[in-house]
């Protein structure tokens, strides 16, 4: 989740730079070649990030329904066998889990 987040504030900030170089009064991005080729670059590496977070989400989202499932079918309560206490049983990975979904919603 990490990398999906670092991935989407980079993209914004080269976004603010583009913005800035387009909203130029002389807009050299679409009058020049060379404005013309800093552009399609940009676009290029958009895509390149954009994709990257969409195989980071899947990799991601594979694993979590995986462990996420397997836990998710134990028992919300189990019988300590030293104490004869009975305790919830709920997985830190599912609290990791929660955390990185949070994480991504924001």
């Given at each position: 989740?990490?990398?999906?987040?670092?991935?989407?504030?980079?993209?914004?900030?080269?976004k603010q730079t583009m913005n800035?170089?387009?909203?130029?009064?002389?807009?050299?991005?679409?009058?020049?070649?060379?404005?013309?080729?800093?552009?399609?670059?940009?676009?290029?590496?958009?895509?390149?990030?954009?994709?990257?977070?969409?195989r980071c989400f899947s990799s991601?989202?594979?694993?979590?329904?995986?462990?996420?499932?397997?836990?998710?079918?134990?028992?919300?309560?189990?019988?300590?066998?030293?104490?004869?206490?009975?305790?919830?049983?709920?997985?830190?990975d599912l609290i990791q889990i929660?955390?990185?979904?949070?994480?991504?919603?924001?």
């Open positions: 989740a990490g990398a999906i987040k670092w991935a989407r504030a980079l993209l914004a900030r080269t800035r170089l387009q909203s130029t009064e002389e807009e050299i991005i679409r009058t020049t070649e060379s404005g013309q080729a800093v552009e399609a670059k940009f676009r290029t590496f958009a895509k390149s990030v954009m994709a990257f977070e969409k991601w989202n594979e694993s979590i329904n995986s462990v996420a499932m397997t836990h998710l079918k134990q028992p919300i309560f189990r019988r300590n066998a030293e104490t004869n206490r009975v305790e919830v049983n709920f997985h830190s929660i955390r990185e979904t949070r994480y991504l919603d924001r």
